[in-house]
């Protein structure tokens, strides 16, 4: 929650504070007395029943010691969580200054701040205006973003406006840009160009002609790198605007004192680089709008996803029915929705019955009946009915609304690999200006004549040239396009960082009940004695089991029932502790229990000992069946293992990872299921408060990543390296994971940590070429190849570097668009419905 500010009518500030951990009326006093320490408090008021505290501040500089106050008493301030939109960033250095202003705020725990997503996401107890007033403060716009709000869709208008704008002056540059290089670059390589411009209009006035266009295209399309670069510059942190805005300045400048005033140039230097100039603003322009498209293919996962919410929703209010906009649509609503209409939110059905196409929820392809009481979710698709439910999750509260936010949050999360990154562009731009002064200085000193052209050129060539661009996008771009990626195939990042952390994986530890298996005990074995029949035998075990609660007992009636079978009266029902049950069905008595049971009854079960033998091998435990003093069958019910279980395992093995089974069974059963699936290491036996203690064991072998799906597996999914909870498993386990298995199928475990593999090898491939590109070539661009080979780089010819440099960095990430999974699962933004609520509960 955040810390909320209000204005007070005898103009002090007053300071609303959320406080966790407050039980009585002494807990409220020691916090008001704590509060009231602080140097700077007027007044301080505590509510038990809302906990908050009311503080009133004569000094506003106070605000930043609340906190600590309250904690210092012994009680917390819940962390609130924000979300800006940045505007106006363009490299990593444009990151790292709106960080450490972010950072500066009183209040403010986290900040990070995203290049390709044009996000901050800051945590602590900071209002949200201070927030915004430090972004602009450091030259850049911000606004909160709305989840799930009216205006959601306006920062892609906001974009796709960007985009526009950056084709439209692309055009201009690229216009006027042309013929001021024919003219300069012309004369130099093609033969007679000179003469011809000389004996038609002149060299002054080609060179008024040049001033005249590239005057414009600074002046118009260039004009956003001297607004923004220029006053970066003034403060003291330069970005890649004022990279640009020096160089094609310095080249301008220079070009116009030797066209109107040549005499204050030394002899021999008098010469212009309007092309410079103009083809740098030009060419910088085309390497934005290529970026600002290739981020647009990076968030396409999100655009599926918010393109399957509904615009619109028919309302039943004040006794007619209207149609209003989703964003009006308020809880308890009654909501209806005609034959092929999209559910527009979540709710309850209370009239009518229909079948809903829940496919981009479930991936099955057969509608769902609907009727009184069922559950509907927003963006399935209502096929032959009409229904009127009750709206219970409206907004950003709707399950696919936080779905994408989840997505959203992984995009724009921070790799502990970008570290590197923000170190460098603390003192990237800087360094590159004292270069670029350097390489001036040197070729003044040193240089051949004309010293003042070569020095000129080659420092423009320098600052061009050494752009962050690449190094800002290297790690975002690919962390966007993966998790989407990973979103299409049933994977869900609910943290960013456990894309690193997955690749790093060597144990993957699987909780066996509801994740290798199916959760739910079912009939795996009926054999029979001979003389006996099966659906005799089987009716007559049913009934008496129908009386029991144990959860074997379900499994066999459950099998009667699937076998349309109907089940006889019972009487005389009697429960044998620790051995079986008995009832007279038919008048016949009918005995079920282990082999002890059958012993005491005096029947030899040897007869069976081959079957038993098997299932022991098999990790079931059997069951016998007497029917009328004889024994009848041999019953095994086991929790089936999932089909994609042995696949998904031997798709581990081929990823080159250990897989582990953490298990209460005793150790026989626990080994049999171990060698059947080619598990490596078995831990049975485990109790549910014990499996931590397992995971921690485990972890020597590793870096270890824990599935799991059930409330007693939450403890182990936090404290193993990386959590992987099942999609159809509880919601306290998804809570705790890092990663959800949205389809519950096993065979997400391989494709997650193919496509982390795939990722971090993606963001590497990045920032070698990144880094790598500008160790290379500001040396070039300062002239170190002059000596050896007579070469120069061309201002013109590094403003094209650049510009490729950004492309290549975000072609190279959305390669992971084609990601191919290990293993085929059902697409990502379709699971079952429980399974996707549970996963953004």
């Excluded at 070469?791 to 094209?800: C, E, N, Q, T, Y």
């Amino acid at each position: 929650m955040n810390v909320q500010l209000k204005s007070s009518t005898e103009g002090l500030e007053t300071v609303t504070i959320p406080i966790e951990g407050m039980t009585c009326a002494s807990c409220v006093g020691r916090v008001e007395r704590s509060l009231k320490s602080v140097s700077g408090v007027a007044e301080a008021s505590v509510n038990l029943a809302t906990e908050r505290a009311e503080v009133r501040l004569d000094n506003p500089d106070a605000r930043q010691h609340l906190e600590q106050a309250v904690e210092a008493a012994g009680y917390t301030v819940p962390a609130s969580a924000i979300e800006l939109e940045i505007e106006g960033m363009t490299c990593a250095s444009c990151v790292g200054r709106v960080e450490r202003a972010l950072k500066t705020v009183p209040g403010v725990a986290f900040a990070a701040v995203n290049l390709a997503t044009e996000r901050a996401k800051i945590k602590g107890t900071a209002e949200s205006s201070r927030l915004v007033a430090a972004v602009t403060d450091a030259g850049y716009a911000a606004r909160i973003v709305d989840h799930g709000g009216k205006d959601s869709g306006a920062a892609e208008a906001r974009k796709t406006a960007e985009q526009a704008n950056l084709k439209r002056n692309l055009r201009i540059a690229a216009a006027l840009s042309l013929p001021v290089f024919v003219l300069e670059m012309g004369s130099h390589v093609v033969p007679g160009m000179h003469e011809l411009v000389m004996a038609t209009i002149g060299l002054q006035a080609s060179w008024g002609l040049q001033f005249l266009l590239t005057s414009i295209v600074l002046l118009v399309p260039g004009l956003r790198f001297y607004t923004k670069g220029l006053p970066a510059l003034f403060r003291g942190a330069p970005d890649m605007n004022s990279l640009v805005a020096v160089g094609t300045l310095a080249a301008y400048t220079f070009s116009l004192v030797a066209t109107f005033t040549p005499q204050l140039l030394p002899a021999g230097t008098v010469n212009v680089y309007y092309e410079a100039a103009a083809v740098i603003v030009t060419l910088i322009l085309l390497g934005r709008y290529l970026e600002a498209r290739a981020k647009g293919r990076t968030s396409e996962a999100i655009k599926r996803l918010v393109g399957l919410q509904a615009k619109t929703a028919r309302v039943r209010r004040n006794g007619t029915t209207e149609e209003i906009s989703v964003a009006d649509v308020v809880p308890g609503d009654i909501v209806e929705v005609r034959p092929g209409e999209r559910v527009s939110v979540d709710g309850e059905v209370i009239e009518g019955e229909s079948y809903i196409d829940e496919s981009m929820i479930t991936g099955e392809p057969v509608p769902v009946a609907k009727s009184a009481g069922a559950k509907v979710v927003g963006g399935t698709v209502n096929q032959n009915g009409a229904l009127a439910f009750s709206a219970t999750a409206v907004g950003g509260d709707t399950m696919l609304s936080q779905i994408i936010r989840m997505v959203e949050d992984a995009q724009g999360s921070k790799l502990p690999i970008q570290a590197i990154v923000d170190r460098v562009t603390m003192w990237f731009v800087p360094v590159v200006m004292t270069l670029a002064a350097l390489t001036f200085g040197a070729w003044m000193i040193w240089g051949p004549d004309p010293a003042l052209t070569f020095g000129l050129v080659n420092a423009v060539a320098v600052l061009i040239i050494a752009c962050p661009c690449a190094m800002g996008l290297a790690t975002p771009t690919s962390i966007m396009v993966g998790t989407g990626r990973g979103a299409e195939m049933g994977v869900l990042f609910r943290k960013g960082e456990a894309l690193q952390l997955l690749k790093e994986t060597r144990v993957v530890a699987l909780d066996k009940t509801g994740t290798l298996t199916e959760g739910k005990p079912a009939l795996t074995d009926f054999d029979l004695a001979t003389d006996f029949e099966r659906t005799d035998v089987l009716k007559k075990v049913a009934a008496v089991e129908a009386l029991s609660e144990h959860p074997i007992a379900r499994a066999i009636t459950e099998a009667a029932a699937s076998e349309g079978l109907n089940i006889p009266d019972v009487s005389n029902f009697t429960s044998v502790t620790g051995y079986g049950v008995e009832a007279v069905v038919s008048n016949n008595k009918v005995q079920v229990g282990a082999d002890r049971f059958m012993e005491k009854l005096g029947l030899d079960v040897s007869v069976f000992a081959n079957t038993a033998s098997r299932l022991a091998d098999e990790g079931k435990t059997p069951l016998y069946a007497a029917v009328g003093n004889r024994l009848a069958a041999i019953i095994a019910v086991a929790d089936p293992i999932k089909d994609t279980t042995p696949e998904a395992i031997r798709a581990l093995h081929d990823l080159g990872l250990k897989v582990a089974m953490i298990t209460g069974d005793n150790q026989r059963t626990a080994k049999a299921i171990a060698r059947r699936l080619g598990i490596d290491e078995v831990v049975a036996e485990v109790l549910p408060d014990g499996k931590v203690n397992a995971v921690k064991r485990l972890k020597a072998l590793g870096r270890l990543a824990y599935v799991g799906d059930g409330i007693n597996d939450a403890p182990a999914l936090a404290e193993a390296d990386v959590g992987l909870a099942i999609g159809t498993g509880t919601d306290v386990a998804i809570e705790a994971a890092d990663v959800v298995l949205m389809s519950g199928s096993l065979k997400g475990i391989p494709n997650a940590i193919a496509l982390s593999q795939e990722t971090i090898r993606n963001i590497r491939q990045n920032l070698f070429w990144a880094f790598a590109y500008n160790s290379a070539l500001i040396p070039v661009a300062a002239g170190a190849l002059y000596l050896a080979f007579n070469i120069l780089l061309s201002p013109v010819f590094a403003a094209g570097a650049m510009a490729l440099s950004s492309v290549f960095v975000l072609g190279n990430a959305l390669r992971l668009k084609r990601f191919s999974m290990p293993m085929e699962t059902t697409p990502g933004i379709q699971r079952s419905a429980p399974a996707a609520q549970s996963a953004v509960a």
